[in-house]
């Protein structure tokens, strides 16, 4: 599964600094992440990076930085670590660091929405897929004009 965005890892040290900055380590599967590559997406989530002073514009809006900018909008201890750029984050909620929950700004309200980050990102490329099935799906009955497997009508393809 493929989620890379055009940014490469970063070092056991510079996360290390980044744990420091923030006063706790980063769960584990999301320091796995960040060693393979600094800046990944997955469906519409877009994660915050690690600021990474030779890519600083790409990373500028880096995970430090977004979770402490307006913290008091948050509940205490929700760890930010990705925007879908509506508003809604997803993150921990801290000490939690295997449960990913979504926080919906529309709501107000956190929610549990994968077990781990590697859940969530299988959840997320398996809409992807399905998406792209539907799409094809719907391409090929424009192009027909026919829905195979829907009808009562005995079918010849």
């Keep these: 599964m493929e989620h890379q965005i055009g940014l490469p890892g970063i070092t ?10 923030l006063g706790f380590s980063l769960p ?3 320091r796995t992440y960040f060693k393979k590559e600094n800046k990944f997406e997955a469906g519409e989530w877009q994660f ?12 500028w809006e880096d995970v430090v930085h977004v ?19 509506s508003g809604d984050e997803l993150g921990y909620l ?10 919906d700004h529309e709501e107000q309200e956190l929610f549990p929405v994968a077990p781990t980050l590697v859940v969530f990102l299988e959840q997320e490329q398996q809409l992807l897929e399905s998406a ?3 799409e094809d799906f719907l391409q090929t009955v424009i192009e027909t ?6 009808s009562k009508l005995k079918q010849s393809g």
């Design 12 to 21: 056991e040290e510079r996360l290390q600094e980044v744990e420091t900055e």
């Design 28 to 30: 584990s599967e999301l």
């Design 48 to 59: 915050h990076p690690i600021k990474d002073e030779q890519y600083i514009k790409r990373t």
């Design 67 to 85: 979770n402490s900018t307006d913290a008091e909008d948050y509940p205490d201890g929700f760890f930010r670590i990705a925007a879908d750029g």
């Design 94 to 103: 801290l000490p939690d660091t295997e449960t990913i929950v979504l926080w």
């Design 132 to 134: 792209m099935q539907a």
């Design 145 to 150: 004009g026919t829905v195979y497997g829907l």
